[in-house]
T-cell receptor, first 112, second 114 residues
Framework: NAGVTQTPKFRVLKTGQSMTLLCAQD?????MYWYRQDPGMGLRLIHY???????AKGEVPDGYNVSRLKKQNFLLGLESAAPSQTSVYFC???????????FGPGTRLLVL | AQSVTQLGSHVSVSEGALVLLRCNYS??????LFWYVQYPNQGLQLLLK??????LVKGINGFEAEFKKSETSFHLTKPSAHMSDAAEYFC????????????FGRGTSLIIHP
């Protein structure tokens, strides 16, 4: 039982490049979330999903897209990376909306 | 919209001293309340949560928190700090204003001095 895993762990991008971050969970959770963590800002919700095939915008969705084609996977895409997207990205999942969130180990992204 | 305020971005205590991390939330109805801990270079993990029932909630590693509706607070305490408690602590709230998507506070870094 791996819980929540994230791929890759670390990535360096040049401005304008694109990439996809993968989140996978093996707990059969309906709800999945993508957050970014920046110093002094806490966790800010980017996008979330309440089930397979659904996605919704969070607090800071601009510049990101997501897809939930399979229940266990939640992908976060950056179409044209910008230095402001340098951050640590966390994926989380939960059984219910108000339930405990289980977090992945994070992906550190540096955009030059 | 719901909001969470954690007073103090950094809290410093001596080993063996009382730990008190403050959390206040905005809500007109009893929400669900959480404390998460993040150790360096790791993801967050649940420390404790309040849903309904007893207002004093006990969590892992000797931490506890008390839900005070009149004060809209959910402060985290531990009687005696240990060096291993050094971490970032986040308070979160959900179920307020019709939204069950959690809102996180900005976090408090707990520093333990020998």
């Amino acid at each position: 039982n791996a819980g929540v895993t994230q791929t890759p762990k670390f990535r360096v991008l040049k401005t304008g490049q694109s990439m996809t971050l993968l989140c996978a969970q093996d707990m059969n959770h309906e709800y999945m979330y993508w957050y970014r963590q920046d110093p002094g800002m806490g966790l800010r919700l980017i996008h979330y999903s309440v089930g397979e095939g659904t996605t919704a915008k969070g607090e800071v969705p601009d510049g990101y897209n997501v897809s939930r084609l399979k229940k266990q996977n939640f992908l976060l895409g950056l179409e044209s990376a910008a230095p402001s997207q340098t951050s640590v990205y966390f994926c989380a999942s939960s059984y219910s909306q108000a339930g405990t969130q289980y977090f992945g180990p994070g992906t550190r992204l540096l955009v030059l | 919209a719901q909001s969470v305020t954690q007073l103090g971005s950094h809290v410093s205590v001596s080993e063996g001293a009382l730990v008190l991390l403050r959390c206040n939330y905005s809500s007109s109805v009893p929400p669900y309340l959480f404390w998460y801990v993040q150790y360096p270079n790791q993801g967050l993990q649940l420390l404790l949560k309040y849903t309904t029932g007893a207002t004093l909630v006990k969590g892992i590693n000797g931490f506890e928190a008390e839900f005070k509706k009149s004060e809209t607070s959910f402060h985290l305490t531990k009687p005696s700090a240990h060096m291993s408690d050094a971490a970032e602590y986040f308070c979160a709230v959900s179920g307020s204003g019709g939204s069950y998507i959690p809102t996180f506070g900005r976090g408090t870094s707990l520093i333990i001095h020998p």
